[in-house]
C-alpha cells in the first residue's frame, strides 16, 4: 500500500509564556500551519478539564522530508537556539499514518444485535443484525464509548416494536436510531447543542428513520406523548437535574435507561431517580461506567 | 452524552483553507478525530475572512467525537500587520522588519486577552512586546 510523503514532525515543548514567540517561528517554517496543545487534566464527564498551569505546551509543525524541508528545519533550529528553555523534538512521519489510522480507529462496532458502521465502511449485516450508520464528527456518540455502549445493550431489552421512546441529550442520535432500528414507532429526541442536533437529523436522515424519529432542542420540555421508554446518556449532574422531568415524561410501568455518569456517581443518581418514584430493575458496568435500568411508578 | 475530553489543541491555520494535509491531518489524524469533517466546518465558518490565519481550539472527546470554537489571530500576524511587514526578521535578526507603537501593542494585547495566558492588560502587552521583539519588530519610544 502506497504509505504517501514522508515528513518531519516538530515538536517544541514551550513554557507558556513563550508559546506566542514560539508559534511565529514555528509559522515561519511551515506556513501551512502549525498545532498547540495545552496540558489538560480532563475532568469528569461534561465538566470540560483544567489546564495545567506552568507546564510547558506542545508546538508541532510538520516539515516535509525534503531539500527544502531539510533547510526550514535547520533555520527552526537555528531559530529556537535562542530559547533554551524550548525544548525541541524531532520525528518521521508518514501521511499514511494519520491519512489511514484515524479512519482505522473507526471499525465497526457490534452491541448485541446492532452494529455501528460508519458510512465509508462496507458492511454485510449478518441475519437478525441492526446496521446504525454513524460517521464520528462533531456530535458526541460514536459507539466508541462505554455508555454509549451500555445504552445500546439496554435498549435492546427495553425497546419493543410499537414503542414509544425518548432520547435525552441525543449528540449523533445513535441511540434514537438504534430504538427505531429496534422498532419504536415514534422517537423524540433532545439535544440542546445545535450543532449536534443538526448531525443527529442528518444521520437520522441516512438511516432512514427521520420519519419516526424528531430532533428537538433542550431538555425539559413538553412530551408529545408519555413514554414507553426513555434513555439519558448525559453525566450524573445533567442526569439528575432531569430525574422530575423524566418521571413526569414516562407512562406508568414505562422504563428508563439512564447513564453517563461513573461508578462513583451511583448512588448520587440513583437516589435522585428513587426520589422520583423510580425503581432499579437492573444495571450495568463497564470500564469504571455505570448504567442504571429502572421503572416508572404506578 | 457523557463527554470527557481527551485532548485540546489549537490549530494556527489559514481561513478557508482547511485540507487534510499537515497540520491538520497529523494533528487530528493521532487522536483519531474525524480530518475532512473537521475541515468542511472550518471552511464554511471562515470562508469569509480569507486572507487571515484564525485559530480553531478542538476539544476532542473520549470516543474521537469533538468541537471546535474560532480564537483571535495569533500575535505574530496582528504585529506584522500594525508594522506593515509581510515577515518578521527571522531567526537572524540582523534587520528590523519594523516597528509597531506602544499603542499598537495595547491594542493587540486587549485584542488577544481571552487566548493569552495572563491575568491582566499588563501581562499580556508583556507577552506581544516579547514577540515582537524575538521578530525583529522593534517598539517606537
Known sequence: MDEGGRWCEFTALTPPHLVETAAAFLREAAPGGIAVEEPVEPLGPEEGYAVRAGEPVALRAWLPATDLGGVLAQRLRESLAAFPDIELRARPLRERDWAVSWREFFGPVTVGRIAIVPTWIEYAPAAGQLVVRIDPGQAFGTGHHETTRLCLAALQERVRPGMRALDVGAGSGILSIAAARLGAAAVEAFEIDPVAAEAARAACAANGVDGRVTVRGAFPAEVAAPADVAVVNVSARADIAFAEALAAALRPGGRLIASGFLVGDRAQALAAFEARGLTLTGEREERGWALLDLAAGG | ?141
Open chain 2, 1 to 141: 452524552m457523557a463527554k470527557k475530553v481527551r485532548a485540546v489543541l489549537t490549530l494556527q491555520i489559514e481561513a478557508g483553507k482547511a485540507n487534510p494535509a499537515p497540520p491538520i491531518g497529523p494533528a487530528l489524524g493521532q487522536h483519531g478525530a474525524n480530518i475532512m469533517e473537521f475541515c468542511k466546518e472550518y471552511n464554511a465558518r471562515t470562508q469569509a475572512r480569507a486572507g487571515d490565519v484564525i485559530p480553531a481550539q478542538l476539544t476532542i472527546y473520549e470516543d474521537r467525537s469533538f468541537s471546535f470554537v474560532l480564537k483571535t489571530p495569533p500575535a505574530a500576524d496582528l504585529l506584522r500587520k500594525a508594522a506593515g511587514v509581510d515577515k518578521g526578521a527571522g531567526a537572524a535578526k540582523l534587520e528590523m522588519a519594523g516597528s509597531v507603537t506602544p499603542a499598537d501593542i495595547r491594542r493587540i494585547a486587549e485584542t488577544k486577552l481571552p487566548d493569552l495566558n495572563a491575568t491582566d492588560i499588563e501581562g499580556a502587552m508583556k507577552i506581544i512586546a516579547g514577540t515582537a521583539r524575538s521578530m525583529g519588530i522593534g517598539i517606537e519610544d
